[in-house]
């Protein structure tokens, strides 16, 4: 059982350069989330999916879009990376109930220089 | 909007117990969990409180007091593979659930 699986695992862009992260589940999960951590912050929230065909902003969803076409897929894409940008960044899935742990994907490292 | 203060560092020994402490301020609040992160990893989940009172489960046990917007994560007998960082989460209802984390609580534990 796979569980979450995040594609690539590490990045190098160049400052202008767009790219897709790419989150596959496996536990036919509901919701999906895209996080970003950068020391010190903590895990923060870009954007989120409520299931199949739906997107929402989370706390800092700015220079980044996302689509949910199929349940078990939710895309981050970055359409003009800037420095600011560098982060690992983290996708989770969740059942769509209220007390439900979420299980993170391994992580995808992303330096823009 | 929704914030969560934890502390930034904790240190203790092996063997001992700590506790880290976590207050939230949210707008939908429908839950409390704690994760836990080795340098280098995912976060994996550890507990979760949605009602006032302990959670115990094995050697990590979580506390949560709604009244005062307030939760702690107890850690006992100690031992050096809990050298992690622990991040409290609120489980938030507005817009659809999601989760939101603190800034994270870095354990050291000296033997």
């Known amino acids: 059982n796979a569980g979450v699986t995040q594609t690539p695992k590490f990045r190098v862009l160049k400052t202008g350069q767009s790219m897709t992260l790419l989150c596959a589940q496996d536990?036919?999960?509901?919701?999906m989330y895209w996080y970003r951590q950068d020391p010190g912050m903590g895990l923060r929230l870009i954007h989120y999916?409520?299931?199949?065909?739906?997107?929402a902003k989370g706390e800092v969803p700015d220079g980044y879009n996302v689509s949910r076409l199929k349940k078990q897929n939710f895309l981050l894409g970055l359409e003009s990376a800037a420095p600011s940008q560098t982060s690992v960044y983290f996708c989770?899935?969740?059942?769509?109930?209220?007390?439900?742990?979420?299980?993170f994907g391994q992580g995808t490292r992303l330096t823009v220089v | 909007g929704q914030s969560l203060e934890q502390p930034s560092e904790v240190t203790a020994v092996e063997g001992a117990i700590v506790q880290i402490n976590c207050t939230y301020q949210?707008?939908?609040?429908?839950?409390l969990s704690w994760y836990q992160q080795h340098d280098g990893g995912a976060p994996t989940f550890l507990s979760y409180?949605?009602?006032?009172g302990l959670e115990e489960t094995g050697r990590f046990s979580s506390f949560l007091s709604r009244s005062d917007s307030y939760g702690y994560l107890l850690l006992q007998e100690l031992q050096m593979k809990d050298s992690a960082s622990y991040f409290c989460?609120?489980?938030?209802?507005?817009?659809?659930?999601?989760?939101?984390f603190g800034a994270g609580t870095r354990l050291f534990v000296k033997a």
């Open positions: 989460a609120v489980r938030d209802q507005g817009g659809g659930f999601k989760t939101i």
């Open positions: 999916s409520v299931g199949e065909g739906t997107t």
């Open positions: 536990m036919n999960h509901e919701y």
């Open positions: 989770a899935s969740s059942e769509d109930t209220s007390n439900t742990e979420a299980f």
């Open positions: 949210t707008s939908g609040f429908y839950g």
């Open positions: 409180n949605a009602l006032d």
